[in-house]
């Protein structure tokens, strides 16, 4: 399984949580969302799909 990092995005009550790989989306989310906490991980596996890159067809 190939490893990779990853930023992850936490409320500090734990009810929200959120990771990430793509650079776009973790600038989008610092902008959007700075009540959130952010810190970097290690994920296992394939890449993400993700949205803001790679829309639907």
């Known amino acids: 399984m190939k490893r990779r990092k990853a ?3 936490y409320s500090l009550d734990g ?3 959120y990771a ?13 969302r ?8 290690i994920v296992y596996g394939k890449p993400w799909d993700c ?3 790679h829309p639907l067809h």
Do not use: H, Q, S
């Open 34 to 41: 700075p009540d959130l906490r952010e810190r970097m991980v």
């Open 7 to 9: 930023i992850e995005f």
């Open 51 to 53: 949205y803001c890159c």
């Open 15 to 17: 009810e929200e949580n």
């Open 20 to 32: 990430g790989d793509c650079p776009r989306w973790i600038a989008i989310t610092r902008r959007v």
